[in-house]
């Protein structure tokens, strides 16, 4: 059996939502920092972006290769992805860059991780107060980029936002790690602090009331956003800056175009 026959088995019953605990374990942030400092000198590299020039080889991108619909073509895709990750040469593939924009139409990007995805679309957790929330409640138009670029390809999404049900969240809070869910309560996110220490406190308090092993509550301003998209892009670099861009666009009976796109 095919890479694809088996996400193809896969999908959609049994949403792949979560990435293997290859690289779900929490990130070692500073020691890359270090470790990258410990390589010396860039030559100038840095300085000059423009000389970062990566030759790409990858296979091409045919829509008679595509899948039926967007989200089984992600699938496919995501799952190489993460087998890319489970091999050192991609680090988080679900990290995405998501866009909103607010009511007077003024853009703001960050990344998230994508948390879950199935025939509905992508589903990522946030807190309720955030910048990118408060965007969404008056705009739910969003953008969501995946940068696979060791792999040459981009995923970006365009279509709208609404909040997963409650019960949804609850589920998926009960699995985050419990320091991670004693920082959901312990950050006002998005709003401007005095202070780490401010923040400290607020975490030592809270852990002091909810010690290891005692169940955290959800924090009522704290949930997930399932991203019903419009259109998928699919971006596969090729030679040449010869890149294939496939997209899916949304019809209005439902039914899915897909359309080429000039690099
Ligand atoms: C790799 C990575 C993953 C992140 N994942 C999340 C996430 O899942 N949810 C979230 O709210 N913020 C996440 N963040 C933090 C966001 O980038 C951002 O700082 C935060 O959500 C506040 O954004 P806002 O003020 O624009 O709403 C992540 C940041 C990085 C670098």
Redesign the pocket.
């Known amino acids: 059996m095919g890479q694809d026959d088996r996400v193809t088995d896969r999908y959609p019953d049994e949403p792949a939502a979560e990435p293997p605990a290859a690289y779900a374990a929490e ?1 070692e942030i500073e020691p890359i920092v270090e470790r990258a400092a410990a390589q010396g000198p860039t030559e100038d590299l840095a300085h000059d972006p423009a000389e970062m020039r990566a030759h790409y080889r990858a296979e091409g991108l045919d829509a008679s290769s595509l899948a039926a619909v967007p989200m089984e073509q992600f699938a496919r895709w995501f799952e190489q992805a993460a087998q890319a990750a489970v091999a050192g040469m991609i680090y ?1 593939p679900n ?1 995405m860059v ?1 866009s ?1 924009a607010d009511a007077d139409g003024l853009l ?8 879950g995805y199935d025939a509905q679309g992508f589903v ?4 309720y107060e ?6 969404l409640a008056v705009n739910p138009h969003i953008s969501l980029l995946f940068p696979w670029h060791p792999m040459a390809r981009q995923v970006i999404v365009t279509g709208t936002a609404h909040r997963t049900g409650r019960e949804e969240t609850t589920a998926y809070f009960r699995t985050r790690p419990h320091g991670s869910r004693l920082g959901a309560w312990a950050s006002a ?2 709003s401007v602090i005095a202070s780490r220490a401010e923040l400290d406190t607020a975490y030592e308090q809270l852990s002091a009331r909810y010690p290891e092993g005692s169940e955290v509550p959800v924090p009522p301003n704290w949930g997930g956003f399932r991203v019903t998209p419009r259109t998928v892009e699919f971006w596969q670099g090729r030679e040449n800056r010869l890149h294939d861009r496939l997209r899916y666009v949304a019809e209005p009976d439902g039914a899915w175009r897909v359309e080429r796109l000039s690099p």
């Open positions: 990130p988080e990290a998501v909103t703001s990007s960050r990344t998230v991780l994508m948390k990522f957790y946030t807190n955030s910048r990118k929330a408060r965007d996110q998005s």
